[in-house]
């Protein structure tokens, strides 16, 4: 897995339910960007391990952060308050293995 530097205006899907959508076996960064007013979540994480770092993910539909299938990854001084349902939309077990690679427990 390549780790490589993506900006909102990169190849990353961009769908009109999501802010942005990562996917596959990749593990961008993205950094320091304002993803906000998107009608679900602001980003969804599915079978990939990015690295999101000082973003600001706020009032969003639903969850500022989805993680489905295999996704994880590294969550470091992200801003995700004021999204509807909360910050997080992740299962028990995924959601201990992201506290264990971010050095929460």
């Known amino acids: 897995t390549e780790i490589y530097t993506l900006s909102l205006h990169d190849a990353l899907p961009i769908y009109e339910k999501f802010g942005v959508v990562i996917t596959v076996d990749c593990a961008p960064e993205l950094s320091k960007n304002t993803i906000s007013g998107n009608m679900l979540s602001g980003v969804l994480v599915k079978g990939s ?22 996704g ?17 939309d992740v299962d028990v077990k995924t959601r201990r293995l992201i506290r264990q690679e971010n050095n929460e427990e």
Do not use: C
Not at 49 to 70: C, K
């Open 72 to 88: 994880g990854g590294k969550f470091l001084s992200n801003n995700l308050s004021k999204n509807l349902k909360g910050a997080w």
């Open 49 to 70: 391990r990015p690295l999101l770092q000082g973003n600001v993910v706020t009032e969003n539909s639903d969850y500022a952060i989805v993680i489905r299938r295999g």
